[in-house]
C-alpha cells in the first residue's frame, strides 16, 4: 500500500487519507459490475486510500454489499463510513433520525457490509421532525454498544450543527464528530458558515461531489446521470444558471493547464487546500475515472492560482443554489408551514 497523506478527523482521533473512495456509483446507480466495482475498490485501497464512504440508500444496499465484499479480509485498513435516514422504503417510519429506524438501519447496513461495527456512522440529512436529543441518545447507544466508533452528520447547515453540539452538552450525549457537505469552485457556500462552524466544534469535514456533479470532469455532458436526472435544469447549458456554470469552466480549464494539471486535478486540489477540510470524497464509476483522479491526492495549488479561482467564483458564493439541494428547512420549503 502506498502512502497518502493523512489528517485527523476531527474529535475522532483517527486518521484518514485526505482523499477518500464515495461509494455511490457502485451498484444499479453507477456501475452494476460488482467484481469490477471491487476492483476499483482494491485499486483505491492500494493507492494509499483508507476511507470508504457509502450509505444504506445507494442502489438500495447494494453499494455497501459490493463494499462489504471488497473489504473481506481487509477490514482492519480501512476507515469504513454509511450513512442512514434517507426513505429506504415507502413506509415513513423507513428513514429520519427515530431511535426506531436508527437501530434498524444500522443492523441492516452491518449485515450488508459484513461487518460488527462502523468507524463513523452518519445522518444523511438533517430530520426536522425527530428531537434531536432523541437522535443523540440512540447514536450514544450505538458507540456504547460497539456498534459504532463515532458518528457525524451531512449536509447540515450551521444553525443546525450549533443546536446539535449544544444538545449534546445539555444532555450528556456523545456529540456529532464530522460533517459532511457538498463543496467545489462552483459551491462555496459552506465556507460561508458550515466550514467555520465545523472549525468552531473541531469537527472533521467530509466533502463530496469535488468535480460538481460533471461540470469539473473536463469533459462536456459528463454530469452525473443520478443528479442530472433528479435536477435536469442543473445540467442544461441552455438555463442561465448552466450558461454561469460553462462559462466558468472555460475560464478554470487554462488555469489548470497553466498550473500543470487536469481540470478535475485543479478542482480536488482546490477542495482539498481549505484548512477545514480533513478527506474529499472522489466517486469513480471506472477504474479509469479513479486513475485520472488519484494524482490530486499530490496537487497543491499557489496562491496565485487559488486568488484567481477567487476572481472567477467569490468566497462563499455558489453558481446554482439547488447544488445544496436539502438546505432550505421545511420551514421555507413547505408553504403550509407559514400560512394560516
Known amino acids: 500500500m502506498k ?25 444499479a446507480m453507477g456501475n452494476p459490475d460488482h467484481e469490477d466495482s471491487v476492483r476499483i475498490i482494491h485499486r483505491a485501497l492500494d493507492a494509499g486510500i483508507n476511507l470508504i464512504d457509502t450509505a444504506d440508500v445507494y442502489s438500495a444496499g447494494e453499494s455497501e454489499e ?15 463510513a454509511s450513512k442512514f435516514g434517507l426513505p429506504m422504503g415507502e413506509d415513513p417510519n423507513q428513514r429520519g433520525a427515530s431511535r426506531r429506524w436508527i437501530i434498524r438501519s444500522v443492523e441492516n447496513s452491518l449485515r450488508r457490509l459484513g461487518t460488527d461495527h462502523l468507524d463513523l456512522y452518519q445522518l444523511h440529512r438533517p430530520d426536522h421532525d425527530t428531537d434531536p436529543a432523541e437522535t443523540l441518545s440512540a447514536l450514544t447507544d450505538l458507540v ?12 447540515f447547515p450551521a444553525e443546525t450543527i450549533v443546536e446539535a ?35 468552531r466544534h473541531n469537527l472533521g469535514v467530509l466533502t463530496f ?71 474529499v470524497l472522489i466517486g469513480p464509476r471506472t477504474q479509469e475515472h479513479l486513475d485520472t483522479l ?37 420551514a421555507t420549503a413547505d408553504a403550509r408551514l407559514r400560512r394560516r
Not at 66 to 80: E, P, S, Y
Not at 144 to 155: D, N, P, V
Not at 266 to 276: D, E, K, M, S, Y
Open 209 to 279: 461531489s469535488p468535480l460538481n456533479s460533471g461540470w469539473l470532469s473536463g469533459r462536456a455532458n459528463q454530469a452525473s446521470s443520478h443528479r442530472a436526472s433528479t435536477r435536469p435544469s442543473s445540467f442544461d447549458p441552455g438555463t442561465p444558471t448552466g450558461q454561469a456554470k460553462a462559462a466558468a469552466v472555460a475560464k478554470l480549464a487554462p488555469l489548470a493547464a497553466e498550473a500543470g494539471m487536469t481540470l478535475p486535478q485543479l478542482a480536488i486540489a482546490f477542495v482539498r487546500a481549505h484548512p477545514a477540510v480533513t478527506s
Open 66 to 80: 459490493i463494499v462489504g465484499t471488497a473489504i473481506r479480509g481487509r477490514r482492519d485498513d480501512v476507515v469504513l
Open 3 to 27: 502512502n497518502m497523506n493523512r489528517r485527523i478527523l476531527g474529535g475522532t482521533g483517527i486518521s484518514v487519507s485526505d482523499l477518500a473512495l464515495g461509494a455511490m456509483m457502485f451498484g
Open 165 to 199: 453540539q449544544w444538545t449534546a452538552e445539555r444532555r450528556g450525549t456523545h456529540r456529532f464528530l464530522t460533517e459532511q457537505t457538498m463543496y467545489s469552485i462552483l459551491t462555496r457556500r459552506p465556507e460561508a458558515s458550515v466550514f467555520p462552524v465545523a472549525q
Open 144 to 155: 456504547q454498544a460497539g456498534k459504532i466508533r463515532a458518528f457525524g452528520s451531512s449536509m
Open 294 to 330: 488519484l494524482p490530486a491526492a499530490d496537487a497543491t495549488l499557489s496562491t496565485d492560482i487559488l486568488d484567481r479561482i477567487d476572481e472567477i467564483v467569490a468566497p462563499g458564493t455558489e453558481l446554482d443554489p439547488a447544488d445544496n439541494y436539502n438546505a432550505a428547512p421545511p
